[in-house]
């Protein structure tokens, strides 16, 4: 029989095992999902093209990323995967961002590039990836990739552990929403009018 303080700590931890393994994409009781009104699936519903275009394609001139996440191609619905496939021209950069709903595994097939993350300590992890080097960014956190050659691009290949791991742009999502600049400039302890030609320099 358990005693009050052990059960509580039983409560607590079988709470939270439920809720880690609540923390990913839900599990299905299917060996996959079928949009509503849908056909019966064959061979196209289970196959993405939509990196061909990338393949074959030209170098853009900005960055790029070509994802092929359960919007693009519903077949992953509940299948805990996808994939994205990112172009960085010669100086690009991925701005600073976050994935809330998986860590990321990046395969550079092309190129080198300077790739880090900071930890909930603030401490920064960074490296400098060669062609066929792999990191991690671990879910969750804030991470960046950029190609410092002044002449050769770089590509990518990402993988996450969810049918939509999600984007979360800082640059974008700080200074491209509806948060007054007052708390902006407070957060950022600078004023007003350089909240302002920050969000002016993004839209530009």
């Not at 995967?81 to 950069?93: E, R, T």
């Not at 804030?142 to 050769?152: E, G, I, M, R, T």
């Amino acid at each position: 029989m358990y005693s009050g303080k052990k059960m509580i700590f039983v409560i607590v931890a079988t709470l939270a095992i439920a809720q880690t393994a609540l923390a990913g994409d839900p599990d299905i009781l299917t060996d996959f999902v079928v949009p509503p009104n849908s056909p019966p699936p064959d061979g196209n519903f289970f196959t993405n093209t939509g990196f061909r275009s990338v393949v074959n394609g030209s170098v853009p001139p900005t960055f790029k990323v070509v994802k092929a996440a359960v919007e693009q191609f519903p077949a992953l619905n509940g299948q805990s995967v996808s994939y994205a496939m990112l172009i960085y021209p010669a100086g690009a950069v991925n701005p600073v961002h976050t994935h809330p709903r998986s860590a990321e595994l990046l395969f550079l097939t092309r190129g080198t590039l300077q790739v880090g993350f900071v930890d909930t300590t603030n401490k920064l992890y960074t490296q400098t990836l060669q062609q066929g080097d792999l990191f991690v960014f671990p879910k969750g956190l804030v991470h960046f990739q950029y190609n410092a050659d002044p002449k050769l691009p770089a590509v990518a290949l990402s993988a996450f552990g969810s049918a939509n791991a999600g984007t979360v742009s800082l640059p974008n999502s700080l200074f491209n929403s509806t948060i007054d600049d007052s708390v902006l400039a407070l957060s950022f302890k600078t004023d007003v009018p350089t909240i302002q030609k920050i969000k002016a320099g993004l839209k530009g």
